[in-house]
């Protein structure tokens, strides 16, 4: 886990950064499949992982009830090509025309197999690579996450906000950027202080992040790593904290006040049906997803939220979905009062990916 | 002042599992067992620990289980290498691959992934606690303060009794203890057993008493750093201990920095653990060795009669 979602970052950074991957072939048609579609999913995890992979298949549940059809799946199909090859394979033999995956380390191997077989449409979560059959997405965390800072802002009594963070990439910094930002639409005067574990998906390195911020003063815990430590040590400590990949006030019910949670069925519902429609045509870099568009959503908000601020937060979201609102957008400063997206700007995806800086209010190790 | 108070208090948390693994290293590999599965039987311990606290919601009843599960496991290790005369260090990397399959399966199958468990609350060691600065070192779960009484069991069994002597023999020099009518493979079967116990209780600690819950490879290569704390304290319990204490009092002293905001570098940090482990072994070695060295027939698979 830790390694894929590593991977996974890095390369997204460098397939966005760059961008010249995948070149659509001009004039050539979309692609239309022969056969009614058959979906088949390949997941990085076990399908009751708690996080990434479990979002995966809850969408993949309200896929089959929204599209009335079954939808094959494979657990746990680690990311090297002697893995996924085999796995690919036999479902095209069986008859599989649509291969939906869901991890960064799959983007090679899908290039490949989508070359293989021109005929099947290939999707990647998280992936990297695009072609006139493949097309790779992932959601605009910074959205939700900013929602979920707005809730951590209102939650706080201190306006000390934490944030256990896994590794210091561009598409972490981005939430951990958009979470300060949320907060200080509530609390002006808000900080977030992080602290990085290194590790995806470590729960003694979270607990020990948690623990540390607690005991410095900090009252709320946002996070962007894979367990819900952070939100399980709020509850013990009777602080708060907002969650991610999934609603984890599930683990902590009167801790976590938000949550930033995958909504894959809004984006993969219609692109499906796009794709049974016939003559697809994959955007040329791949999608990445507003919270308009599907990628991810706010679970908002516990009892620790007042109504007025709820309200507040409902309406920054309604905003964000309309497209009125954007987070990135300039003019803002960072925490070192250098410019970094000028008035009347939105920041590039390319740049996004690459985001190495923070904005004012924000601690951290670096 | 609280950084440091809050830094102490929470360095036992780090390097109980450390030490208890180690502990069992020793146990074993003195009797001429290479065990290089300890991130496996960890994994084992750790998960069988989670599964008994859902159950049962009893931690003594969890940590023993968790012991005895990494046991059971570990006599697939004792078949390859005793009976099968496997070479060692293939059959503990098998092992651990082995285990990490296995917990991986059984923790999603069980639905055992993510569930929270209630641990163990904290008691306090009564005046100690009340010490500025390093009171929090006395408030911590019971398995804390059974460390060091655990490791003055094992010591005093490996070096004070007919049963230790004899183990320890059987790690040195195997055709001497033959000879003399010891038991090799017998003292061998019942090393690897003790030990993977101990082993498993390492995972246990982790799962039930820290992290409070299960994820799929969570020991997160802590068992490898127990591996190479048991060379650097070669093979003696007190100096493993001291090992783990020193690893422990880094992985807690690293969040406190962050959560302080002391802008360090970020990688280089993470980093450290690894360094002075790297450093101290260095330091070891480059020393005169003295006594309590690498057993003798340490990796060594015993053959009756067989000319060396």
């Given amino acids: ?366 | 002042m609280d950084m440091i108070a809050n830094w102490l208090g929470n360095t036992p948390d780090f390097a109980v599992p450390f030490a208890l693994a180690a502990l069992g290293l020793i146990l074993t590999e003195r009797a001429g067992v290479l065990a290089l599965g300890a991130e496996g039987l960890m994994l084992v311990g750790a998960l069988a620990g989670i599964g008994a606290q859902l159950a049962y919601g009893t931690p003594g009843v969890s940590l023993l289980l968790a012991m005895a599960a990494a046991s059971v496991v570990s006599l697939l290790f004792a078949l390859m290498v005793i009976v099968l005369r496997i070479n060692q260090v293939i059959a503990g990397l098998a092992l651990v691959f082995f285990c990490q399959g296995l917990t991986g399966l059984l923790g999603t199958l069980l639905e055992w992934t993510n569930k929270p468990v209630r641990g163990l609350g904290a008691i306090e060691l009564w005046p100690l606690s009340e010490l500025p600065l390093i009171g929090k070192v006395f408030v911590q779960n019971p398995l804390v303060f059974l460390t060091p009484l655990i490791f003055l069991a094992v010591v005093w069994l490996l070096t004070r009794t007919t049963t230790g002597l004899r183990l320890r023999a059987v790690g040195e020099n195997p055709q001497a203890a033959d000879a003399a009518g010891i038991s090799v493979l017998g003292y061998r079967l019942v090393a690897i057993l003790a030990g993977s116990a101990l082993i498993g209780l390492a995972g246990g600690y982790i799962s039930v008493l820290s992290t409070k819950l299960w994820i799929a490879d969570m020991t997160g290569g802590r068992g490898w750093i127990a591996v190479a704390l048991v060379i650097f304290a070669r093979w003696s319990p007190w100096k493993a201990l001291a090992g783990a204490l020193l690893f422990g009092c880094i992985e807690a002293l690293i969040p406190q920095l962050a959560a302080a905001g002391i802008r360090l570098p970020q990688y280089f940090v993470l980093m450290t653990p690894y360094a002075v482990t790297l450093a101290v072994m260095i330091w070891v070695a480059s020393g005169k060795q003295v006594s309590g060295s690498q057993p003798g027939a340490l990796g060594v698979p015993f053959i009756r009669e067989e000319r060396r």
């Avoid at chain 1, 690579?129 to 802002?153: D, K």
């Avoid at chain 1, 949320?182 to 602290?195: F, K, L, R, S």
């Avoid at chain 1, 607990?207 to 911020?213: D, K, Q, S, V, Y």
Wanted: net charge negative; hydrophobic share 40%; charged share 20%.
């Fill in chain 1, 1 to 366: 886990m830790l390694n894929t979602f590593m991977k996974r970052t890095l390369c997204a950074a460098v397939a966005f950064g760059l961008g010249t991957l995948a070149v659509a072939e001009e004039g050539k048609a979309g692609l239309t499949l022969d056969k009614p579609a058959k979906i088949a999913m390949l997941y990085i995890s076990p399908r009751n992982d708690g996080g990434w992979t479990q979002a995966f298949d809850e969408a993949r549940q309200k896929l089959e009830a929204e599209l009335d059809t079954k939808i094959q799946y494979v657990e746990s199909v680690p990311e090297n090509a002697s893995s996924i090859r085999p796995a690919v394979d036999r479902l095209v033999q069986r008859g599989a025309n649509v291969i939906i995956g869901t991890a960064f380390g799959y983007s090679d191997t899908f290039k490949e197999l989508a070359d293989k077989y021109p005929d099947v449409a290939f999707l990647n979560g998280s992936g990297t690579t695009n072609s006139h059959n493949l097309e790779s997405f992932y959601g605009r965390t910074y959205e939700s996450q900013y929602l979920c800072g707005m809730a951590a802002g209102a939650a706080s009594k201190t306006g000390k906000l934490g944030f256990v963070a896994a590794n210091p990439f561009g598409q972490v910094n981005w939430t951990i950027n958009a979470f300060a930002l949320g907060a200080q639409q509530i609390n002006p005067d808000a900080t977030v202080t992080v602290v990085y574990t290194g590790a995806w998906n470590d729960p003694v390195k979270e607990r020990a992040a948690a623990m540390a911020l607690i005991d410095s003063g900090v009252d709320v815990l946002g996070q962007h790593v894979d367990s819900p430590t952070p939100q399980i040590v709020a509850q013990e400590r009777g602080v708060h904290g907002t969650g991610h990949h999934r609603d984890m006030s599930e683990f902590a019910p009167d801790a976590t006040v938000c949550s930033s949670v995958w909504v894959w069925d809004r984006f993969l519902a219609p692109e499906l049906k796009k794709i049974s429609a016939g003559n697809w045509v994959p955007p040329e870099h791949g999608a990445l997803l507003s919270m308009a568009e599907g990628g991810t959503d706010a679970a908002c908000c516990g009892p620790a939220v007042s109504e007025a601020d709820k309200a507040k937060i409902m309406a920054a979201r309604e905003e964000l979905l309309k497209g009125e609102k954007k987070i990135y957008a300039g003019p803002l400063l960072d925490r070192d009062g250098t410019e970094r997206i000028a008035a009347g700007e939105v920041m590039a995806d390319a740049e996004l990916w690459q985001m190495d800086w923070f904005v004012k209010g924000v601690t951290t190790q670096q």
